[in-house]
């Protein structure tokens, strides 16, 4: 009956504390925007200097939030600044951190191993109520929820990089995902300031199955040598409309994000011709050449 109770007790209570898992780019910018959003967060990564970064890089973004939000109300700035800080802590201690969460994002490392330990541990001390969300770009959500005792209070809450400007959020339901939980993070996801959309758990969900793809098709232009990057950049920017062109974003993104996600799924789907591997690409990756990030992918970068 107390079980029960506990369960039922959960419906339409909203999301306040949050637990974000992994302090790199994706989850600061999480914890970044349910912060600005007036939720309590921790950011919990296993290295005290990462947290640390990551909350340097969060006061960075939120200032650039603030003054487009406050223009020239330096006064108004400085509190959101403020607030939005104070709602954020640190920790290295994961299973200490989620003891009062209502929800746990996790942005960790793309290894199915090491994501399945950590929400198979964090289920035996989270509440029960506590919704368990991967940010995961590439890996089954399925396989994830596999490792915990709640499958129907888990889902895939998939953001877009740089997440505080990215509108988009991608919820992934799996077969046990049940309704209420489905309803607490779709409103959780407009309570951060996101447009939500549902995809089942398909390889790449909607966004990355076609930005990758389109990406690859871009490098395999390239290597026939039909136009330099340059040009199908400037292509793809005046007459697609998109904001950067495939090797912009390739560069912003990361090479060995991109690769590794290609070969995740060539490995699972071999005959899909979308999937084969790219020459060009495997090649600048072994040579370190990764990006934005590294000063050096198809583009040269300043380095900051
Ligand atoms: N934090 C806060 N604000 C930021 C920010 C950040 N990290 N980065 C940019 N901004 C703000 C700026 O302050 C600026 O605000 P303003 O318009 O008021 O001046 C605005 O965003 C635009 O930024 P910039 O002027 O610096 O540069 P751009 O206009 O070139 O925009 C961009 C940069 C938003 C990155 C844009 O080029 C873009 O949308 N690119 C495509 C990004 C994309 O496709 N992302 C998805 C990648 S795939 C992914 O993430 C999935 C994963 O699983 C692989």
């Known amino acids: 009956l107390s079980r029960k109770l506990s369960s039922s007790a959960c419906i339409n209570q909203s999301i306040k504390n949050v ?15 349910a912060a600005q959003s007036g939720q309590n967060v ?6 005290r200097k990462v947290v640390e970064k990551a909350q340097n890089a969060i006061n960075t973004s939120l200032q650039r939030v603030a003054k487009k939000l406050f223009k020239d109300d330096l006064a108004k700035a400085d509190k959101f600044l403020t607030n939005s800080m104070s709602r954020l802590m640190l920790s290295t201690n994961p299973e200490e951190a989620v003891g009062q969460s209502d929800l746990v994002v996790e942005a960790i490392v793309e290894k199915l191993r090491i994501k399945q330990n950590l929400f198979k541990t964090l289920d035996t001390v989270a509440p029960t109520h506590t919704i368990f969300a991967s940010n995961t770009s590439s890996l089954p959500i ?27 959020l991608e919820v992934i339901r799996i077969p046990e995902t049940s309704d209420d939980t489905y309803n607490r993070v779709m409103d959780w996801g407009k309570s951060v300031g996101k447009q939500t959309v549902t995809c089942k758990d398909t390889p790449g969900f909607i966004v990355n199955r076609l930005l990758v793809p389109y990406m690859m ?84 970068y300043q380095k900051k």
């Open 142 to 168: 399925g396989e994830i929820a596999e490792a915990t005792q709640r499958k129907d209070r888990f889902v895939g809450l998939h953001f877009f990089n740089p997440v505080p400007v990215m509108k988009l």
């Open 19 to 33: 637990v974000v898992i992994g302090g790199g780019l994706m989850g600061s910018g999480i914890a970044q925007v």
């Open 217 to 300: 098709e871009s490098v395999r232009l390239l290597e026939r040598g039909d136009a330099t990057a340059r040009d199908i950049d400037t292509a793809m920017k005046l007459g697609a409309g998109y904001p950067m062109g495939p090797f912009e974003l390739l560069d912003y993104v990361g090479l060995d994000t991109s690769k590794f996600i290609i070969e995740g799924w060539a490995e699972k789907f071999p005959e899909n011709p979308l999937f084969k591997p790219v020459p060009t690409l495997n090649r600048l990756v072994e040579e370190g050449k990764l990006g934005m990030k590294t000063g050096e992918g198809f583009y040269k």
């Open 42 to 47: 921790t950011i919990v990564d296993l290295d």
